[in-house]
């Protein structure tokens, strides 16, 4: 298929992946922290609380709206751009949008229209009951998208039927309860709380260096930190899990996200270092310009072993026999006898030949879990772009450690100073606003770029899966999506930062 058709189809997939996750994460957070704040209205009685749900509710609810129309243009592309791949595994990768959009899409919205009009139609408690069902909606939302996702990842559950060219699902609770699945759903909504913690104490700070709305900022605050802070180390134990399944499922995302061309026992990890780009997997460059590194982490983290060995980039391509690691040029030649066996399967369908078709199917299923190879033109294709992948990941690490500490300082002061006082830590948590949604992107860009090129882990390669359709079209696509989701991030800031000037008081 013509490159520069697939690249456009990736840049445009990637285009509206990322400008989604700009509006879902603080959805998927907000939404508890809102329904936190009418649980305590509602037990107490307090106008000040319900002023405040108010509040926090309409920057939800404006995110949200917004949220919605990059999702559906998201989930279109998969028809439009990708139909090699929507065929390809359709019968699996659908089921579960189709549960996320007829249950848990439709859950929220409906009590979404309660919730945000429902305060003087409905209870308090059923008002109450409303919120909590958003928020529950939102993220059960996330996690139909993420068992998607995570079979893309660690593909099971299914069987390849060569008669239609298709994966058919022949389990659904192997692809729901996939390891890989339920640790980036976990993962993952655990970056959104934790952004919309960030949201929260970042739009509080901005009103205590104001010195407006002192005490509604100072609660807010205390709510934002306390859930950032347990949602932040909550984050930290996901991503442990999260990294060891990418070891078990995905070693060279592993090794790209560490930078690690050599395989070692006891691997340390990269706690900051700068990458020497001339380093390639055939020559002796030294990895890095500068680095340091903390002992026997990468192997306690990926194999939850200090003394385990972890696979080097070069261990993968090329093999590694004492390890029992095969190259993937081996891999490669039994992915083509796989696309060999399909196309004599289907020619001796055809001939009526069904002894030949059998044998030819034995050949096919034998060879099955490296299909996606036979589409490789070299080995060293397996290895995705490292430089991106280690510093995205660093980059996340990092903000992530910043988070938590900021979270703690916050919760700190509010509880036992005057946090009014603190302006350089106030103006520190405004800023971490933007940094929190670096932090999710880089987290996005690790998961995806770090398992190119495959569109399905050792199925199906990204060059496979595009439709076959003019560069130009997809070209244009590219642009009008680049405008309009610019035009709506815009609108959102504008309309976000006009309410926060507002205030809770609407105003008065």
Not at 456 to 480: E, H, R, Y
Request: proline share 3%; with cysteine; aromatic share 14%.
């Amino acid at each position: 298929m013509e490159e520069h058709l697939v690249d456009w189809s990736r840049a445009q997939f990637a285009l509206t992946a990322m400008y989604h996750w700009i509006f879902v994460p603080l959805t998927l957070g907000l939404g508890f922290i809102v329904a936190i704040m009418e649980s305590i209205y509602v037990k107490t009685s307090s106008e000040f609380w319900k002023k405040t749900t108010k509040f926090w509710m309409t920057l939800f609810a404006i995110n949200f709206a917004i949220g919605v129309a990059t999702g559906i243009i998201m989930e279109f592309e998969f028809g439009t751009n990708w139909a090699n791949y929507s065929w390809f595994v359709g019968d699996i990768f659908g089921a579960p949008l189709a549960v996320e959009g007829i249950l848990a899409f439709f859950m929220e919205s409906t009590f979404f229209a309660v919730m945000f009009f429902g305060w003087d139609k409905v209870g308090k408690k059923f008002h109450l009951l409303s919120t909590w069902l958003v928020a529950v909606g939102s993220n059960l939302s996330a996690l139909w998208i993420l068992v998607a996702n995570g079979w893309m990842q660690y593909p099971v559950g299914m069987e390849f039927n060569p008669d239609t060219v298709r994966n058919e699902m022949m389990n659904f609770w192997d692809v729901l309860f996939s390891p890989v699945a339920i640790s980036k759903f976990l993962h993952t909504i655990g970056s959104g709380y934790v952004m919309a913690s960030l949201f929260v104490v970042g739009v509080s700070a901005w009103y205590l260096l104001k010195g407006r709305d002192v005490v509604f900022a100072k609660k807010s605050m205390i709510i934002g930190a306390t859930f950032g802070l347990i949602t932040s180390l909550f984050l930290i134990l996901s991503g442990d899990e999260s990294a060891h399944q990418v070891a078990l499922k995905q070693p060279v995302k592993l090794a790209a996200m560490e930078g690690l061309y050599e395989g070692k026992e006891s691997a340390g990890i990269v706690a900051v270092g700068i990458l020497n780009n001339k380093k390639t997997l055939t020559n002796d460059e030294e990895t890095f310009n500068f680095e340091l590194e903390i002992p026997y982490a990468l192997a306690l983290l990926g194999y939850h072993d200090t003394t385990a060995y972890v696979p080097g980039l070069k261990d993968l391509v090329y093999g590694n026999e004492t390890r029992g690691i095969i190259s993937s040029q081996t891999k490669i030649d039994k992915g083509k006898l796989a696309v060999t066996a399909l196309e004599e399967y289907k020619e001796a369908k055809k001939a009526n030949d069904m002894i030949k078709a059998q044998k030819a199917r034995a050949v096919l299923e034998e060879n099955m879990k490296y299909f996606g190879y036979g589409y490789l033109k070299s080995p060293e294709q397996i290895v995705p772009p490292v430089a991106t992948t280690f510093y995205a990941f660093h980059i996340m690490v990092t903000l992530g450690g910043w988070f938590t500490v900021l979270f703690a300082l916050l919760l700190y002061l509010c509880m036992k100073k005057d946090i009014s006082d603190y302006r350089l830590l106030l103006t520190s948590a405004v800023w971490s606003i933007p940094l929190g949604y670096i932090a999710g992107e880089a987290g996005w860009v690790v998961a995806e770029v770090g398992r190119q090129p495959w569109a399905i882990q050792d199925l199906m390669p990204v060059g496979i899966a595009a439709t076959k359709i003019a560069t130009t079209n997809v070209m244009i696509s590219f642009f009008m999506f680049a405008t309009l989701f610019t035009l709506l991030l815009i609108a959102e800031i504008k309309i976000m930062t006009k309410q926060i000037k507002i205030g809770p008081d609407g105003g008065h």
